[in-house]
């Protein structure tokens, strides 16, 4: 823990970032809750401001800087299996428009990861017709919007294969005019979102960095 009369902004998000990036990574915390966690482990019960935060960027730089010391010889499977499970759920629901977000895309996720989609489509209750007619029990709950309008129904499953672990896929509804400017990469040429093509495209080529592949 850092002492509260050596308290160094930079020093203090640096070690939030880390310790956040383990929980992650070990426990599958979200962000958020890690972030708060590790700010308490580092800090204590000091009130700090936001500048001793780190965002999310720093804590998924130290989730892959630990992953590869501490999980290289089996992170890559797991993501792979992942991003697998992801495009077989996109080529199912293709008449919806599927992307894939989230760990599973920008290549940070492990074991407690889940798949997250957002399909965009003139009428998202069809997605939930659809999963009723292949057999899928889902649970409905809200996911907040990416551009932060409200909240959108998202249906949960377990995808389960016969001799793997079963996979959490999560799709989120939006509606068709959401997706634009929604797959556009930012600043630093990042993709917040990637459709099958793309993500087919992760798969055959495992060394190209995610957020750099177009959609």
């Known amino acids: 823990m850092v002492r509260k009369t050596h308290f160094d ?9 880390i310790a956040a990036a383990r929980m992650i990574a070990e426990d599958g915390l979200d962000y958020a809750t890690a972030k708060r966690k590790a700010a308490r482990q580092v800090v204590g019960e000091a009130k700090i401001g936001g500048e001793f935060l780190p965002d999310n960027d720093q804590i ?21 299996h992942m991003r697998e499970v992801a495009l077989d759920w996109m080529e ?3 008449p919806f428009d599927p992307y894939l ?3 599973v895309l920008n290549g940070t996720a492990g074991e407690h990861s889940d798949v997250h989609l ?10 939930s017709i659809y999963l009723l007619n ?30 793997d672990e079963p996979v959490g896929v999560h799709i989120a509804l939006y509606g068709a005019d959401d997706l634009r400017g929604a797959v556009r990469a ?11 093509a793309a993500v087919r495209a992760l798969l055959d080529q495992p060394d190209v960095p995610p957020l750099e592949i177009g959609g």
């Open 9 to 17: 902004p930079q020093r203090v998000r640096e070690e939030i970032a």
């Open 186 to 196: 930012d600043g630093r040429g990042r993709l917040a979102r990637a459709n099958a």
């Open 118 to 127: 957002q399909c965009f489509c003139d009428n998202p209750k069809e997605v």
């Open 134 to 163: 292949a057999n899928v029990q889902y649970d409905v709950s809200e996911t907040r919007h990416f551009a932060g309008r409200g909240y959108v129904e998202t249906l949960s499953f377990l995808h389960r294969v016969r001799g």
């Open 60 to 80: 998924e730089e130290e989730i892959r800087t630990y992953q590869a010391i501490f999980q290289g010889d089996t992170q890559p499977a797991v993501l792979r």
């Open 92 to 94: 199912r629901l293709k």
């Open 101 to 103: 977000t989230g760990a």
